[in-house]
């Protein structure tokens, strides 16, 4: 047991005033999946995403892609109040006012209120996938997510053009930090996902690298082809000798491929200290689902995804509970990070230990 390191006391996933350094130190500064470019492709279009605890806009002004905070700059009112809209300029749903969709004040229903402006967001893409970030301080994203984008590209080429074609949502009574370390780590996965072990991936060959922001996830895929990689939803026809491959972007979003160059999407939304909100989206060449695409998506959610909310909802009770002393991590001292070892949820809690320094 020597060298061994606990996990995280139980109070960093139910201390609210945990939860709201989090928001400053973690959510405020860092790069968030907001959704891609196709949502955004025509002029006009507009979609809207939480960040952390702010809500955040994007809006394509005549080609142009911006992000902005989605607050009015009267009296607070959110601008856009569903998730996505077409528009020609933005109207505040309270008192009417105006602005364009750069943000600007177009008109205060007649009222001369100077120059006003709703204050910008950083906007970058990766492979399509558009990332936001409220600090203007913030390393770019190619600096944060390293090699990210070509790998993705080098696998899935048209992922830029990729459109969604289906989202499931689900909350869960958990901590965003259990839901995520829960994702980061594959030595529940034969345990607790069979299919996903069975039908995915080749459960011995899984490898977690972590680095930096990024935690990549990688495995061979099952001896027998998995049963969606026909050509009905193969981009290219074959593909199905390529394997899983997910990359994990700190603190809430990862892009997957599955076998068949299939592209999915997790993002998580931090609600409360014990809730969090799961976007579970997939990325095809068109937006309606072939037979076999849809039978994908609902084994994925029936048989995996939906598999970890009970396990995750239990961990929060557990963490919460007045029994629980932190155990130790199972880390591989070589850094190998399979379905043996659990290196890349120490990377997450070191992450977060960084990033609240000594806010809390
Ligand atoms: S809060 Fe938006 S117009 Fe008043
Ligand atoms: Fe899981």
Redesign the pocket.
């Known amino acids: 047991m020597t060298g061994r390191r606990d996990g995280l006391a139980g109070r960093y996933y139910t201390d609210s005033e945990i939860f709201a350094a989090e928001m400053d130190q973690v959510f405020a500064r860092s790069w968030v999946m907001v959704g891609h470019a196709s949502e955004v492709a025509e002029p006009g279009m507009v979609i809207t995403a939480r960040v952390g605890d702010e809500s955040v806009l994007v809006a394509n002004d005549a080609g142009q892609l911006r992000a902005m905070f989605n607050v009015?700059q009267?009296?607070?009112?959110e601008l856009v109040t569903s998730e996505t809209a077409r528009l020609d300029r933005i109207t505040?749903p309270?008192?009417?006012?105006t602005y364009g969709l750069d943000g600007r004040l177009l008109h205060a229903r007649g009222e001369d209120v100077g120059d006003v402006c709703v204050p910008r967001v950083r906007l970058e893409t990766l492979a399509g996938f558009l990332f936001v970030n409220l600090s203007a301080e913030a390393a770019g994203l190619a600096a944060t997510a390293p090699g990210v984008q070509d790998g993705l590209l080098a696998r899935v080429p048209d992922a830029p053009r990729r459109v969604l074609s289906a989202r499931r949502t689900h909350e869960m009574r958990a901590n965003w930090k259990v839901v995520v370390e829960n994702y980061n780590e594959c030595y529940h996965c034969p345990n607790v996902h069979k299919w996903f072990t069975s039908g995915v991936v080749a459960p011995g060959s899984y490898r977690i690298a972590s680095g930096g922001s990024v935690i990549r996830h990688g495995a061979e895929r099952p001896g027998q082809p998995p049963a969606w990689t026909g050509a009905e939803t193969d981009g290219n026809g074959g593909g199905a000798g390529d394997g899983y491959e997910a990359y994990f972007v700190w603190p809430v979003s990862a892009i997957q491929c599955y076998p068949g160059q299939v592209v999915n999407t997790f993002r998580w939304v931090p609600l409360a200290v014990d809730r969090t909100l799961l976007i579970r989206e997939w990325w095809f060449d068109t937006a309606d689902l072939t037979e076999a695409q849809s039978r994908l998506v609902s084994d994925d959610w029936e048989n995996t995804v939906a598999e970890d909310f009970g396990i995750v909802e239990s961990v929060q009770r557990g963490v919460a509970s007045r029994g629980y002393t932190p155990g130790p991590l199972i880390e591989d001292p070589s850094g190998v990070c399979g379905v043996h070892s659990e290196n890349s949820v120490r990377h997450l809690q070191d992450l977060l230990l960084a990033s609240l320094g000594d806010a809390v």
């Open positions: 009015c009267h009296r607070g009112h505040c309270y008192h009417a006012w």
